[in-house]
T-cell receptor, first 114, second 115 residues
């Protein structure tokens, strides 16, 4: 069966520090991968998606970046965090070419920038 | 541009009663999918139900059903026989029909089930 792992679960980082959040998927190949951010009490905002290794599409201009070094690994990074980067970050995967399958989400990372 | 609207920030329902959560959408794409997700306080997003734009029948999954009215562009979620564990945020979402399957989400409705 397919599983998705996301870590860490919580993170408190000072302003200006770097960020690296990791997401891995097991039990499937060539998944579409996504990073979403959810501000407190709000809906989900798509940040990045990837349809293959090294292929990253950005939906929102920001100081975050994403990389996909392996088929089932998706990394969200920042060189210098801002206070506005605080939020709940969710990784998700979907079957390539099958939008009707929806997404399977990871358990999320709650990031607080102080 | 695609848009999902959930007009109910919060809803209350008595345990064992049914409740309807509203969702309207806007798209010019003839092929799309509509989803409902549940987000409990733990934060995980749990898939509940899916409706395709070409599906003739309303989708059902256990106590969840989706009231799909294509002409009105609405996709309301109906939860029957509410349980205390149904208390959570509920998000309506739409896929754009492309191969990427990108989902856009509404702002959510917080459902509270009273004993």
């Amino acid at each position: 069966s397919q599983t998705i792992h996301q870590w860490p679960a919580t993170l408190v980082q000072p302003v200006g520090s770097p960020l690296s959040l990791e997401c891995t998927v097991e039990g499937t190949s060539n998944p579409n991968l996504y990073w979403y951010r959810q501000a407190a009490g709000r809906g989900l905002q798509l940040l990045f998606y990837s349809v293959g290794i090294g292929q990253i599409s950005s939906e929102v201009p920001q100081n975050l970046s994403a990389s996909r070094p392996q088929d089932r690994q998706f990394i969200l990074s920042s060189k210098k965090l801002l206070l506005s980067d605080s939020g709940f970050y969710l990784c998700a995967w979907s079957v390539d070419g099958r939008y009707d399958y929806g997404y399977t989400f990871g358990s999320g990372t709650r990031l607080t920038v102080v | 541009a695609q848009k999902i609207t959930q007009t109910q920030p919060g809803m209350f329902v008595q345990e064992k009663e049914a409740v309807t959560l509203d969702c309207t959408y806007d798209t010019s794409d003839p092929s799309y999918g509509l989803f409902w997700y549940k987000q409990p306080s733990s934060g995980e997003m749990i898939f509940l139900i899916y409706q395709g734009s070409y599906d003739q029948q309303n989708a059902t999954e256990g106590r969840y059903s989706l009231n799909f009215q294509k002409a009105r562009k609405s996709a309301n979620l109906v939860i029957s026989a509410s349980q205390l564990g149904d208390s959570a945020m509920y998000f309506c979402a739409m896929s754009n029909g492309g191969s990427q399957g990108n989902l856009i989400f509404g702002k959510g409705t917080k459902l509270s089930v009273k004993p």
